[in-house]
Structure formats: C-alpha cells, structure tokens
C-alpha cells in the first residue's frame, strides 16, 4: 500500500502536469519531425499552408475548419513545420490533463481528481494524439472543458458558464464534425431537471454554440447549396449494406470512393442530402442493425483493430506522392495486447465508477451515458474505430479513478 499512499499523497497536481508535458514532449522527439504518420494529416497541412497564403482553405477541403486554423495560427508564429504544431499539441496534452482534474474535482472531489489526471498524464491514447497531427487531441481538450462549463452553468445556473460551454461546445462542433452527435442529448439533458423544463439554460448554451457555427455554415450554404454546420457527408460515406467484404475494401482503401466523388463533384450532389442519407438506412433495416452492431464492436475495442494508413502499400502509394509520408509503420501489428491489457482494467474500474456515479449524481451519470451512447452510435451508423472513441475517454478515465478511489476506500 505503500506506492498508492505516495501516489496520493506526494504528487501534487503541478508535479503529474509536469510529468506529461514532459512524456509528450519525448514522444514528439521520437518522431522524425518532417515526415506525418497518418494519410489525413496531409489535407489539415495544405489547408493550415493555404490559409497562410491567402487563399482560403483550398478548394481540395471539405473537413471541419478550426484545427487548421489552429494548425495555421501555429505555423505563422513558430514556423511551417510539424515540429512546432507537436510542440503545441504537447502543450495542449497537459491541458487535458489540466481539464479532466478540474471536471473530476467538481463531481466527485479531490482525491478522484487527482488520480483522474494522473492516470490521463500516462494514458497511450493522449500521449499519442499529440504527434498524429489529427483534431482528435484538440477535440478532446475542447469537449471535456465544454463538459465542465455544462456541468457548472447547469448547477449554478451560471449563464457566463454556460455561454462559456456553447462557445466550445461549437468550437468543438467545428473541429471534429461528430459533436453533431451529442449535442442534442446534451441540450435535453441541460433542459430537463429533476422533471422539470428550464428553458433560459438551455436557451443560453444553445444560442451561443449557434452563434459560433453561424458564420461557417453560411459559407457552407453559399459553397454547397444547402446547410451544412460543419462538414459534408457525401452518400459514397455511407456503409454499402448489401456487401460486407465490398465495406471492408472500400475502408481499406483510405475511401477511395469518396476522394474520386470530391474530385468531380467539389460541391457534391443532389444525392448527399440528408433526406437521401435517411433513406439509405430506411431501405435496409435489417443491414443497418447489424451494420451498427458491428460497428459499435469497432468503437469500443480494446485495442486499435482499424488504424488510418495501416497498409503499407497504400502508405508506399502516398510517400510516392508526399515524400513526408512515413511508410515505416509496421510498428502498430505489435500494440495489439498491450492495448488490451490497459484498456481491459481501465474499462472494468470505469463501469464499477459509473455504479458509484449513480449513487452519487445520477443525473450527471446520465450525462455520461448519453454521450457514449450517442457518440458510438453516431459513429456506427458509418464507420467506426478505436481513434474516434479518444474524445470522451477523459469521462471514461474519471469513472475508472473513481472506481480506483472506490477500492482504496474499502480497503482502508
């Protein structure tokens, strides 16, 4: 007992965010700082360098906005390299480690709190994301400080907290489009209260995330022709539920389908509508259930079983075309049972957390649940993997210190 009574009582907070700046900051310094790991880094870099030059975002993008104008803010300040947006999402690790301590201290105290960020500072999946050069790190950082100001504009009836959570509750919306996914949970869960409607919360969070979309979705109307709040959905997205194994082809090749549809229809079709999109589910019930359920498999993996890029001749196709592509990733086909040997504890410790949550707050337990059900759902209604699940794993690894202070508890 005597590691967990350091653990606890020696590290302060300043010590354990200054450990994981520190063990992103190595891991940046492991990467070759000119090449990027992942195919879709390359469309954020030309976007961040077309914004650099003037030109907008280029006529190729057709992503959420705002990581690449991070992405550029960052290269007009410390320079055009990969190296220095690293270095930033670094930074922004241990503001997530930061963010989870302070939404874990608000719900259940100090002593989660702290083993919340200690466990965020060491966890694989956040140390990673700050050299994949992909929104997901931002993303995460921007929906766990959209949660807190939620959580405290909702207690406190607060509305600079909650203006706060729908200013980055739309940041969010346009860094990574799947947010779409859970706010609407969220603004039902902020309008209902112990049976009750409260509209003035809801009308605050609301109408500020709204006035955040407001000026990218005209620009999406004007250059798609309909409402669009973050990015398109083209139909070549969408799962082919008649064949399986043409799927699985077709998310082996990086989407290929969907690249020739941009290439030309750079302003889409009449069949991307979201009428079009209900109707391919419609016609299929029963390939859409086990589609989801399939997908969902994916979604709360123990291990990464689908990762961007991971053919090498597909890596070998783009290195052909961008020399920084890195095609030497093999690396990955041995991350398979440590993963699960992490994730199988932290996933065990976060559902015996969500039983303790519902004893504490089972309201804020229903915010939990409404966003992974949401999230994971959304996402298996197209195409899931481990990589999209990261965003929300800052509430999963509150309810896995719960859990942990929980036991230490019981055992005295």
Avoid at 40 to 53: G, K, P
Avoid at 223 to 231: I, K
Wanted: aromatic share 14%.
């Amino acid at each position: 007992m005597k590691i967990w009574f350091f653990l606890e009582h020696r590290l302060s907070l300043k010590m354990i965010l200054a450990a994981a700046l520190m063990i992103r900051l190595l891991f940046v310094c492991l990467l070759n700082p000119d090449h990027y790991y992942f195919s879709d880094a390359r469309h954020y870099d030309r976007a961040a360098n077309s914004l650099l030059n003037g030109e907008g975002f280029g006529e190729k993008y057709h992503r959420a906005p705002f990581y690449p104008l991070v992405m550029a803010a960052v290269y007009g300040l410390f320079g055009r390299s990969f190296l220095s947006m690293r270095l930033v999402e670094a930074a922004l690790g241990a503001l997530l480690c930061w963010a989870i301590y302070r939404l874990a201290a608000a719900l259940y105290g100090e002593r989660t709190a702290r083993w919340a960020a200690l466990l965020a500072a060491f966890f694989p999946h956040f140390i990673l994301i700050t050299g994949i050069l992909y929104p997901t790190n931002l993303y995460a950082v921007l929906l766990t400080l959209s949660t807190y100001c939620l959580i405290q504009g909702d207690r406190g009836g607060k509305k600079l907290y909650l203006a706060a959570g729908g200013a980055l509750a739309g940041l969010a919306m346009l860094t990574v489009a799947s947010f779409f996914f859970i706010a609407p949970f969220w603004m039902i869960w902020l309008l209902w209260t112990r049976g009750k409607r409260r509209w003035a919360p809801l009308l605050v969070f609301a109408g500020v995330m709204a006035l955040v979309l407001a000026p990218w979705t005209v620009r999406n109307y004007i250059h798609y022709g309909r409402v669009t709040l973050s990015q398109p959905l083209p139909h070549t997205a969408l799962p082919n539920l008649q064949d399986r194994a043409a799927q699985e082809q077709e998310i082996a090749s990086g989407f290929q389908s969907t690249v020739r549809h941009y290439k030309d229809h750079p302003t889409g079709t009449n069949e991307d509508n979201l009428l079009n999109t209900i109707r391919h589910y419609l016609l299929h019930p029963a390939a859409t259930v086990q589609h989801v359920f399939n997908e969902l498999g994916h979604f709360w993996a123990l291990y990464p079983d689908r990762l961007d890029t991971a053919l090498h001749s597909y890596r070998a196709q783009l290195h052909a075309k961008d020399h920084r592509m890195e095609i030497n990733g093999d690396f990955w086909k041995w991350v398979k049972w440590p993963s699960i040997l992490i994730m199988a504890p932290i996933f065990l410790l976060a559902v015996y957390g969500g039983m303790r949550s519902s004893r504490v707050d089972r309201r804020i337990t229903w915010l939990w649940l409404s966003t992974f059900i949401s999230l994971s759902m959304g996402y298996s209604m197209i195409y899931s993997e481990v990589r999209y699940r990261i965003p929300i794993e800052p509430l999963i690894l509150i309810w896995t210190a719960l859990g942990v202070t929980a036991l230490l508890q019981r055992a005295g």
